[in-house]
């Protein structure tokens, strides 16, 4: 606050030396040119000179701190938005556009900040010259100072009509950037594939109906702007033109106001007018920052993540347990329906089951990606909800099939859930991973950068490389989500039997559609339309003539 009545000082003490070395030009011309008064001529000239330089350098000094403040601002703005998004729960970002979450965090905050710490500078500087410039008028002769106050009326309402149009175009212009922003942002993430695409017909066609909309939108909204200014500056501008005219016939008749005052008259009408239209100007930045403002309230009214009050440290010994646990996705069947089972200590547990059983749902409702809609999943007989979010998490390593990699060293990609590490570590965990040998062919070793999503690594490495990270947070629970499926037979199994080797004694969940951890599973849960329909081990379920045997037959027969 200090640092805005800082600002807001520097800003009043600017306009009021620029006020007062306008009113120096009637003594200039009255007192001086016109009475040959060199002395005073002198003199007043080094004050108007002086003056003109304090108002500059407190403008001057006004501009710093406010553009400080604008900075941090939208810095600190950004960083509470981007807290929050990560704080919600896996389903919002499921169902919210990508792109309005980028314009959330980039554009939103940017545009608040025009709206409201630009403008208000503005607001301040324009109504305290309006303010101070229209007592002087009416100090000089209130008269003429009535003319400009014929005008107000008329500015205050056009001002609210302006201020609906802009506002409503201004909303269609965000909304349509932020669908092209997704659009571009699902075709770059999708690049190796859309390639790979003859006809790209449908993919242009979409995006070149957003940017005419988008261009249509912005066209109304850049003439309601233009119209604004236009407006304006056609109705106040000429309005000098009525002061001439009357100050000229009060000069004529009666001898007042002098030349001086006549000229310093119109010297406060040319710091008036800006400051009026200074205040239109901003209308469509204010209504386009209210959007922004709105969309991001908006955002901060979704519930972050429920956390238990539970912590902790480790789940060991291990017992997880569904009880008729349901869960269906938005506008979509069952993934999970009536599943109940039990796990426990050490038990190493194979799920496999068609596309769409509902197995990697299940694996997200035990870290809580998901919550079921009804039934209960126990801990260690607690339900999952009391505990702690973080630390459960923490406790669990949860491996997918598509690795995410950061953009920055192999090292920082270690390092991610626990900085700090030994290189000691970070080496054994690497040689466990088989990434040895890749790690040593690398000119920069460990500290190789990779590119974003590590697309200088292939799809097998990049899975080791998250298969390291796992060895490296050492958890009480491991779950699998085809894990593997990008290794060939040799490596896969080489790594799955240094996992074996290393987590003898954690719980593991492997999610393989390759059958390729069976032989070494306590159980194995076969999955369809949301629950288990067989459950056994392996010897017991491929001489069962049942869903399993099937699959058992199909590799076989590979």
Known sequence: ???????????????????????????????????????????????????????????????????????????????????HLLRLPYSFFLKTDHGSLINCIINDPENIQRAFTDYIISLVSSVFTIIIVLFWLFYIDALLALTVLII??????????????????????????????????????????????????????????????????????????????????????????VIFLLGGIFYIQSGRPSIGTMIAFIDYLNLLIPAMLTLINEIPIVAQGGISAKRI???????????????????????????????????TNFAINDLSFSIFQKDFITVIGESGSGKSTLARL????????????LINGQDIKSYDIESLRATIGFVQQDTYLLHGTIKDNLLLDNRSLTEEELSIALQLAELSTL???LPEKIDTHLNKMGTNLSGGERQRLSLARLILKKPSLIILDEATSALDLATEKSVLHNLNQIFQQ?????????????????KIFVVENGTIIEQGTFNILSNTNGKFKKYWDCKKNV
């Open 152 to 241: 107000i009326p008329i500015f205050t309402i056009a001002s609210l009509y302006l201020w609906k149009k802009i506002e409503y175009w201004g909303k269609n212009v965000i909304a349509k950037t932020a669908e092209m922003t997704g659009h571009i942002q699902q075709i770059l993430q999708s690049i190796e594939y859309i390639k790979l695409i003859r006809n790209k017909v449908l993919l242009t066609d979409y995006f070149s109906k957003l940017c005419d909309e988008w261009s249509d939108y912005n066209l109304k909204l850049s003439m309601s702007r233009v119209f604004s200014n236009n407006l304006w500056e056609g109705i106040l501008t000429p309005y000098q033109a």
């Open 366 to 377: 035990i870290v809580r990606l998901f919550e079921p809609d009804s039934g209960i999943i």
């Open 506 to 522: 954690t719980t593991c969940i492997a999610i393989d559609h390759k059958l390729t951890t069976i032989h070494n599973s306590d």
């Open 1 to 83: 606050m200090f640092v805005w009545g800082l600002g807001i000082l520097f800003c009043v003490a600017s306009i009021i030396f620029k006020v007062q070395y306008s009113w120096i030009m009637k003594d200039l011309i009255d007192e001086a040119l016109i009475k040959h008064n060199l002395n005073l001529l002198i003199k007043l000239s080094i004050l108007f000179s002086i003056l003109v330089i304090f108002s500059v350098l407190f403008n001057y000094l006004k501009e710093f701190i406010f553009s400080y403040i604008s900075q941090k601002l939208i810095a600190s703005m950004r960083k509470e938005v981007f807290i």
């Open 297 to 331: 309230f908006d955002y901060f009214q979704e519930q972050p993540e429920i956390s238990g009050n539970k912590y902790l440290d480790c789940i060991e010994p291990l017992s997880i347990e569904f009880k008729h646990v349901y869960f269906k996705h938005p506008n």
């Open 439 to 441: 790690i040593d062919r």
